[in-house]
């Protein structure tokens, strides 16, 4: 973890000057542990009440910086980690610095301030080689050469009308090209969009950070290449390619300038026909999305929605939306993926209840996939195991557990329609990072 140098140096400071009080010792040692541990959700709701007895001011600025980014106040991120830079640069040591800006670049970058971005990094890095400092620089450099390709393009923008935009959608069954496949997985959520005076089909999809088209309905759309040897991060890493759609049509919300990840692998599609897919970078844009399964309908409303006085049950790590929740009296984080038809957990956590999964699963083997890879794998099948979301208890049916770790099922678990398909209306609120299950 990149903060594991910021906690040596607090017990440092600690033994040099002494900390006035027991309970400022414990509200630092109390932040750093959070820090150190990612564990956003209770940073969130802890920090305001010991933020006033925290003594070291770098951990508090370093503690507003993340939180900023991962529940969405990119003013507030932007504005930490300039003070940080600023003030504390000696303390923070070469590795948070650079963590720092990366957090900063990506803000930016959500923002589309693209040549910002790269700006950002660039100047930092060329300083240290100008300084012969050694390190690895490949995951900087790859950002700034990512970034650098969209430097003359416009940032994503959106056209909203003056009242409730309705949106017509779907909610369908999946089915896999496969012949007589009966497996039961779920549904998927599709709208209509309109590219050039054209009506096709798009799953809305949160799972997806970017708006993501295959490589020919990209070529059928007129998208324009931007940037080759794209990194894909899906069941397996593959290469695919970013390129930028002038606009596209959602009900009355006219969309311009979305950056589009192009998949050119087709070993997916050999199963399920997925060219199109709304990403949460759309949906972050928009503000607030509000899901009505069984009415066939996404609301896209103009007053966004109070936050509940319960708090923030989401984050964002770069556009992927991460979901609290509970079970077994534990707090787990869930990976909230509307394109995952059903629901699926994890390798860990199957070990922490593997006593109970064991006795109440059964070992199948069944298809599965991702980006760049479809294969069968051995898997446990769970009747159905009990949760709660959003203050809401669930019972989750034939839930699909992970015997092994792999990219397809991240967190504690991949939570997608199984959960929405529930309730009457779900509302996703992006601007103060909040799901409600009604």
Not at 5 to 30: C, N, P
Not at 141 to 152: I, K, L, P, S, T
Not at 157 to 186: F, H, W, Y
Not at 410 to 429: C, E, H, R, S
Request: charge should be negative; proline fraction near 3%; aromatic fraction near 10%.
């Amino acid at each position: 973890m990149i903060y594991m140098k910021l906690i040596k140096y607090l017990f440092y400071i600690f033994m040099l000057l002494g900390v006035t009080g027991v309970w400022a010792q414990k509200s630092d040692i109390r932040l750093g542990k959070l820090l150190n541990n990612g564990d956003w959700f209770t940073l969130e709701e802890e920090y305001p009440m010991i933020k006033d007895s925290v003594q070291t001011p770098m951990l508090r600025l370093m503690s507003e910086a993340l939180l900023g980014y991962y529940f969405n106040r990119p003013d507030e991120t932007i504005t930490c980690v300039d003070s940080l830079l600023q003030h504390y640069q000696a303390e923070l040591g070469l590795g948070n610095i650079a963590s720092m800006l990366l957090v900063k670049s990506i803000v930016e970058a959500n923002r589309g301030n693209y040549a910002v971005a790269a700006d950002i990094l660039k100047d930092f890095t060329s300083q240290l080689r100008e300084q012969g400092v050694a390190m690895d620089y490949t995951q900087i450099d790859e950002a700034v050469q990512f970034y650098d390709r969209f430097r003359n393009c416009p940032p994503m923008s959106i056209e909203l009308p003056q009242k409730n935009t309705v949106i017509a959608m779907s909610n369908d069954s999946i089915r896999l090209n496969i012949k007589n496949d009966t497996v039961q997985r779920g549904t998927s959520m599709y709208v209509s969009i309109t590219v050039n005076s054209k009506q096709y089909k798009a799953i809305f999809d949160t799972g997806a950070s970017t708006t993501f088209m295959s490589e020919a309905f990209a070529k059928k759309t007129g998208v324009r290449l931007i940037a080759d040897s794209l990194q894909i991060h899906g069941g397996i890493t593959v290469y695919g390619q970013s390129g930028i759609l002038d606009s596209m049509q959602i009900g009355d919300i006219i969309v311009r300038n979305i950056p589009i990840t192009i998949n050119k692998d087709t070993t997916l599609n050999k199963v399920e026909d997925i060219d199109f897919l709304i990403g949460a970078d759309v949906m972050a844009l928009l503000g607030e999305i509000q899901i009505f399964p069984h009415n066939g309908k996404i609301v896209i409303p103009t007053l966004l929605t109070e936050k509940p006085a319960s708090g923030s049950n989401i984050y964002m790590d770069n556009r992927s939306l991460i979901l609290k929740g509970e079970s077994c009296g534990k707090s787990h984080n869930f990976f909230f993926d509307t394109g995952n038809g059903l629901a699926a957990l994890s390798h860990n956590f199957y070990e922490s209840n593997k006593t109970e999964i064991d006795a109440k699963s059964k070992r199948v083997r069944r298809l599965t996939g991702g980006i760049g890879v479809v294969e069968e794998r051995d898997m446990l099948i769970l009747p159905e195991w009990s949760f709660q979301f959003g203050g809401r208890n669930v019972v989750l049916k034939n839930i699909a557990v992970g015997l092994e770790n792999n990219r397809l099922v991240p967190y504690a678990g991949n939570i997608g329609m199984a959960l929405i398909n529930q309730f009457d209306k779900v509302t996703i609120n992006f601007d103060k990072c909040f799901v409600i299950f009604e």
